[in-house]
């Protein structure tokens, strides 16, 4: 995925199942890589995996589960709206004070929260957010995303650490059990020459998406 060119916003015509399909490629930055998103008419969605199947089968496309789709973009650090991003959190809280303009740039002295990230190993139970964040023992936090990272061969997940010290040994609850979690403001992947953890790149700016011709009648 990571090799895959980008695909500029544009209307493309499909012929599918003898119809007009109206497919909108644009690039997605959600999960760390370059790619398409496909809209569609919801009927039309099978005639078009189909084809896409077949014509990806020599290249060993094979079908990606939503959960190990998003266990992309937690690896890689990537914020969601809802789980962290609302209108209770700061964008300091979030760790993206980088992304706020420089001329509006306020960040308070004193932060309330913090949004971590953590590795943990993966237990007989898993793991899908909620579960509370140990701080020494005491909790401090609940995961607001988890998914399981092949590539790091460990879950990995986000929280907010309601305390501007986060100093300490963590631990992750997964029903009732204590899993020992290593805690960081850096994504866990990818790694850099150091081996540790390199920050969440900055938003990149989207393409803008243009509106498809409408056909005129006969």
Not at 48 to 53: A, T
Not at 200 to 206: D, F, G, I, W
């Amino acid at each position: 995925m990571h090799n895959t060119p980008a695909i500029p916003s544009r209307a493309i015509d499909a012929t599918i199942a003898r119809s007009w399909l109206l497919v909108n490629g644009a690039r997605t930055d959600l999960f760390d890589v370059a790619g398409s998103e496909i809209y569609l008419r919801v009927e039309d969605a099978p005639a078009l995996y189909d084809r896409l199947c077949a014509a990806g089968k020599e290249f060993g496309l094979r079908d990606c589960g939503y959960y190990a789709l998003d266990a992309l973009r937690i690896e890689a650090g990537r914020r969601a709206f809802g789980p962290e991003l609302s209108p209770d959190c700061t964008p300091y809280e979030a760790g993206l004070g980088f992304a706020v303009r420089p001329e509006l740039r306020k960040p308070p002295a004193k932060l309330a929260k913090r949004l971590l990230m953590f590795t943990f190993p993966a237990t007989d139970l898993f793991a899908w957010g909620g579960e509370p964040i140990l701080r020494n023992g005491k909790p401090v936090g609940e995961l607001s995303s988890v998914g399981y990272s092949a590539m790091l061969s460990c879950m990995v997940g986000m929280g907010f650490v309601y305390s501007e010290d986060i100093d300490g040994t963590y631990q992750i609850e997964v029903s009732g059990q204590k899993v020992p979690a290593k805690a960081s403001l850096k994504a866990p992947w990818p790694v850099d020459g150091s081996g540790s953890a390199a920050p969440p790149a900055p938003p990149q700016t989207s393409v803008p998406r243009t509106r498809p011709r409408k056909k005129s009648g006969a």
